[in-house]
Structure formats: structure tokens, C-alpha cells
């Protein structure tokens, strides 16, 4: 099944407690936590502490996605506030191969992401030892944005390179992910959906989940 993971970028921020318990009940996989740090993206949003809160309201996996520079800094900070994947940027300032090592000792999922405009060779070096790659279909930094459709020949390219050196790789996309932006993306080859705006604007976003989750498996 593909997996779905809402991003709680576009939940109500004065009620995330209550928003992260929708989510789990809607039937979504992991939720997305967008942390961002005005500097390697123009807007900020939470960090750590917020997490931690969070984390009281429900058991669902978190997956943290860090758009900050050098985020080596702060990966114990993102583990002991309860996250259960860390998903940092190879654009990213600092020693990006630290950072992974730093996420994999603490016994947690780890992930690599890339922007619409980086060509798949700049995350090759670190795809060996990720469990999850992160494709952008969107310039990150805002929620709302259209699918950016030439991103979907590098899912693709993911999909093969990981279908032939590592197997269990689940490629996730991210930005302007909708019913049939998510479908193409899953036929290329993605196995984990991000969205946002697409699933906070329903009032129950089970039904959509569950239809995305029947999407998959397409691993090639
Ligand atoms: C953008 C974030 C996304 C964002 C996606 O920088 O990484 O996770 O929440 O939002 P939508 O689904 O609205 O494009
Ligand atoms: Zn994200």
C-alpha cells in the first residue's frame, strides 16, 4: 500500500494536539512536520519543542522534515522530542553525511531530500544509507504551491536506482500533491504521499486516504 502523510503545515497551529488526533484517526501512515528555519527556506515555522508537545496527543509516526541549514546541530534536539524519521536536505550548509549518521545512531528512520531543480545525482552519494528519499515536487518553503510535473522523471530514476542497490528505500514526494498528482507520482514510483492543503480542506480526510493508500504498490 502507499503510504500517506499529512502535513501539518496547513492543520490549525493553535490546535495541533487535537489536528495530529484527526489525522491518526483518518487512517494517515506518519504525519508530516515541516521544520523550517528562514534561512535555507524564506519562512519559519516550529521546532523541537513544538514537536515534544505534539508528541503527548498520539503514537503515529512522526516524520520530520528539516529544511534548516547545517541541521547536524540539531538532530539529538529533533530525536529526544519524539520524532521517529529526520529527513534532512543534501542543499543543506554542514556535513549533510554527519547529520545522516547522527539520525541513524539514534535508531531512527533516515531521510534525504532534494529540490525540484537538484538533479538526482547530487543525492546519489548519500541514497546508500537513507531509508527514505524525499522528493520536493514543489520549491520548498510554503504550502498551497502547484505540482512542479518535471520532477516526475526523477522519481522514476529513484525508483530504478533503488529497485537496483537498495530495495527497501521508500521514495516520498512532497508539494502540490492531490488525487491525480499523487496517482502520477505513484505510477513513477514513489511509495509515500505528502499533502497539505489538499487533505486540510476536507472536512473528513479519510475516504481520500484510504483511496491514495490503494494506489500502491508500484516499486517498478
Ligand atoms: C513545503 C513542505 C510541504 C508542504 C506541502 O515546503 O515541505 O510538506 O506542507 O504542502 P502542499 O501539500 O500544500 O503542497
Ligand atoms: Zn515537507
Not at 125 to 150: K, N, R, Y
Not at 159 to 185: F, Q, Y
Request: charged residues 20%; glycine residues 8%.
Amino acid at each position: 500500500m502507499t503510504k500517506v502523510s499529512p502535513s501539518m503545515l496547513s492543520a490549525d497551529f493553535s490546535r495541533l494536539g487535537e489536528e495530529l488526533v484527526r489525522v491518526e484517526k483518518a487512517g494517515a501512515d506518519w504525519a508530516h512536520l515541516d521544520v523550517m528555519d528562514g534561512m535555507f527556506v524564506p519562512n519559519i515555522t516550529f521546532g523541537a519543542p513544538v514537536i515534544k508537545a505534539m508528541r503527548k496527543y498520539s503514537d503515529i509516526p512522526f516524520d520530520a522534515h528539516l529544511m534548516i541549514q547545517d541541521p547536524a546541530r540539531y538532530i539529538d534536539d529533533f530525536a529526544a522530542a519524539g520524532c521517529d524519521s529526520i529527513t534532512v536536505h543534501c542543499e543543506a550548509t554542514g556535513d549533510i553525511h554527519n547529520a545522516m549518521a547522527r539520525i541513524e545512531r539514534r535508531g531512527l528512520k533516515v531521510g534525504i531530500s532534494l529540490n525540484p531543480e537538484t538533479p538526482m545525482d547530487d543525492i546519489l552519494p548519500f541514497l546508500e544509507d537513507a531509508d527514505i528519499a524525499l522528493v520536493m515536487t514543489v520549491h520548498p518553503g510554503f504550502g498551497g504551491q502547484s505540482f512542479i510535473e518535471d520532477c516526475v522523471p526523477k522519481i522514476s530514476a529513484i525508483r530504478e536506482w533503488a529497485n537496483r542497490n537498495n530495495p527497501s528505500l521508500e521514495i516520498s514526494v512532497d508539494g502540490g500533491i492531490n488525487t491525480t498528482t499523487g496517482k502520477t507520482c505513484v505510477s513513477a514510483g514513489a511509495s509515500v504521499l505528502v499533502a497539505g492543503s489538499s487533505l486540510f480542506r476536507l472536512d473528513d480526510m479519510g475516504p481520500t486516504i484510504s483511496e491514495w493508500k490503494a494506489f500502491g504498490p508500484n516499486r517498478g
